[in-house]
């Protein structure tokens, strides 16, 4: 089946740029989406179709997917962006269609 | 504003059944597939179930294939999974979402989420 990697912890201090990355094997043909889970909180997409961002999420949060890696990236840091954030994509050709990423835990110093 | 409430997660022992309840609000339920997905204390995210807009189609991973069924009733606007042969690693916050899906790239994403309701499985 198919798997994502993601790194378990990425640091970064305010106001600078955090790039968290999901790879995958030829993950660029795929669309990839982005959850945002901060402690005791369900899940919440920031990113979806590789890049697009659903209303209310803050211009900050932006994605990308080419080759064998997707990355969202957070511009600006703030304190409040510290979270799992989670890669996932739907493979609708695969008996397993269904993937997330490990998770990726964002720490702002 | 659309609302996901979980419901129906108790301590149950290994081998028992449960079943989750998800009242759904804010959108047209018939018109969307719907999702479970757990977490498992201090774990990642897990997809459990998919069921199609109409209740005629079901999709589930090969970890509850056999033992969990996915339903919906949309007169009520309530998703379900019934949930049997508990084990020990069912154990986990179980979410409803609902679906979204591009027909043309064959993708889905899950938004937005209920809470989440907590099902033990202990003895």
């Known amino acids: 089946s198919y798997v994502l990697t993601q790194p378990p912890s990425v640091s970064v201090a305010p106001g600078k740029t955090a790039r968290i990355t999901c790879g995958g094997n030829n993950i660029g043909s795929k669309s990839v989406h982005w959850y945002q889970q901060k402690p005791g909180q369900a899940p919440v997409l920031v990113i979806y179709?590789?890049?697009d961002r659903p209303s209310g999420i803050p211009e900050r949060f932006s994605g990308s997917n080419s080759g064998n890696t997707a990355t969202l990236t957070i511009s600006r840091v703030e304190a409040g962006d510290e979270a799992d954030y989670y890669c996932?994509?739907?493979?609708?050709?695969?008996?397993?269609?269904?993937?997330f990423g490990g998770g990726t835990k964002l720490t702002v110093l | 504003e659309v609302q996901l409430v979980e419901s129906g997660g108790v301590v149950v022992q290994p081998g028992g059944s449960l079943r989750l309840s998800c009242a759904a609000s804010g959108f047209t339920f018939d018109d969307y597939a719907m999702h479970w997905v757990r977490q498992a204390p201090g774990k990642g995210l897990e997809w459990v179930s998919l069921i199609s807009w109409d209740g005629g189609s079901t999709y589930y991973a090969d970890s509850v294939k056999g033992r969990f069924t996915i339903s919906r009733d949309n007169s009520k606007n309530s998703l379900y999974l019934q949930m049997n042969s508990l084990r020990a690693e069912d154990t986990a916050l179980y979410y409803c979402?609902?679906?979204?899906?591009?027909?043309?790239?064959?993708?889905?994403?899950?938004?937005?989420w209920g809470q989440g309701t907590l099902v033990t499985v202990s003895s």
């Open positions: 179709y590789d890049s």
């Open positions: 996932q994509v739907w493979d609708s050709s695969s008996d397993h269609p269904e993937v």
């Open positions: 979402a609902k679906d979204n899906f591009i027909a043309v790239a064959g993708t889905r994403w899950f938004d937005p």
